[in-house]
């Protein structure tokens, strides 16, 4: 296969529409024409950019979305807590990702969750897994580099949701140093980094449920070449801090310690270029088949603050579909 990079750089500069997926790792990165993806059995839209207008249509009547999720035992997630509140309190790490895969026992597939899902990104890929995500990662219009790191949740029925949301130390400490990172991240890459709006909140869809979601937006300016050299800025940027921690390096060698299998494409990125601009998201609300069985991949940031049943409570949160 055509090295990455240069598939990229070629596409950019002829201003080709392309579709581009990367692992959590870096390990694998793959990058297609959207004719390409749909010959592949790649299937993606985002934010209206895609090539599943000629998906075959789930049928209609789909309706019962129950995922029955058989949630990873306490003491096996208490266990990966404790080793990453340990590393925590040692300074090694000041925030860390702690992702689980959840079994599912459901009758739905992934084609069907991919149609049924509501999300500014989505993605089917190869009958493997899906992708519904609502967080952008990177965005490149006119010149212009944009992130929305995503970080603090909270259910909109509980009674002062935002107000709880906004005020809770552990979740402002959290967004405060994944900010700090991603703004040291873009300016490997960019230039004159600010930020736009800091901490606004958004409602997103969790069946027939909503979560708000506090979100940053940063931007800088990439160099006038950017399109020679934007693959590798990219990868250099990688993994996105939102779903691995900080500082980045020491975090990621306690992820491999602490998880209980390797993330594969989930917390990786995939995005279009639709001739003028880039769009990608963090692959995040993943459902992953595994040896015939549908697993969901979700986690949350854990800092000094976090307590073990709070955090334990958030995986199961984020196990939903966002049902149209």
């Given amino acids: 296969m055509e090295n990455f990079e240069n598939k990229v750089t070629s596409f950019l500069q002829d201003e080709i529409p392309f579709f581009f997926i990367i692992d959590f790792e870096k390990k694998v990165k793959q990058v297609y024409t959207f ?18 207008e000629n998906l075959i249509k789930t ?14 035992s306490k003491e096996i997630y208490e266990k990966a807590f404790t080793t990453v509140k340990h590393e925590l309190n040692t300074g090694n790490s000041f925030l ?46 006119d010149g212009k580099i944009f992130s929305y790191p995503m970080k603090g949740t909270i259910n909109s029925n509980v009674p002062n949701a935002k107000e709880l949301l906004l005020s ?8 405060n140093t994944i900010v700090d ?4 991240d ?8 600010r930020v736009n709006k800091f901490r606004f909140v958004d409602t997103i869809k969790k069946g027939n449920q909503e979560l708000l979601q506090t979100s940053t937006e940063i931007q800088g300016e990439l160099p006038d070449n950017w399109k020679n050299e934007f693959a590798s800025l990219l990868l ?4 996105a801090g939102s779903i691995s921690g900080a500082p980045k390096k020491k975090t990621l060698e306690i992820i491999s310690k602490a998880e209980i299998a390797p993330r594969g494409f989930y917390t990786g990125i995939f995005g279009v270029f639709d001739g003028q601009q880039v769009d990608s998201a963090v692959s995040i609300r993943f459902i992953e088949k595994i040896d015939g069985n549908l697993v969901y991949k979700s986690g949350g940031g854990i800092t000094h603050l976090s307590e073990m049943e709070d955090e334990y409570q ?9 049902i149209i």
Avoid: W
């Avoid at 990172?181 to 040291?184: A, G, K, P």
């Avoid at 958030?314 to 966002?322: A, G, R």
């Fill in 59 to 72: 049928s209609p009547e789909i309706s019962n979305f129950d995922l029955n999720p058989t949630l990873v």
């Fill in 236 to 239: 250099k940027t990688l993994p």
């Fill in 186 to 193: 873009l300016s490997m890459i960019a230039k004159k980094i």
């Fill in 314 to 322: 958030e995986l199961l949160e984020k196990i939903y579909v966002p």
């Fill in 168 to 175: 809770n130390k552990k979740e402002l400490y959290e967004h």
């Fill in 35 to 52: 004719e390409e993806a749909a010959d592949e059995n790649i299937y993606f839209n985002i934010k209206g950019n895609g090539n599943d």
């Fill in 181 to 184: 990172l991603i703004r040291n």
């Fill in 96 to 141: 860390l990702n702690l992702t689980f895969p959840t079994a599912l026992d459901t009758t739905v597939n992934l084609d069907d969750i991919y149609q049924k899902a509501h999300a500014p990104y989505k993605l089917l890929y190869k009958d493997k897994f899906v992708v519904f995500s609502p967080e952008c990662y990177l965005k490149v219009k």
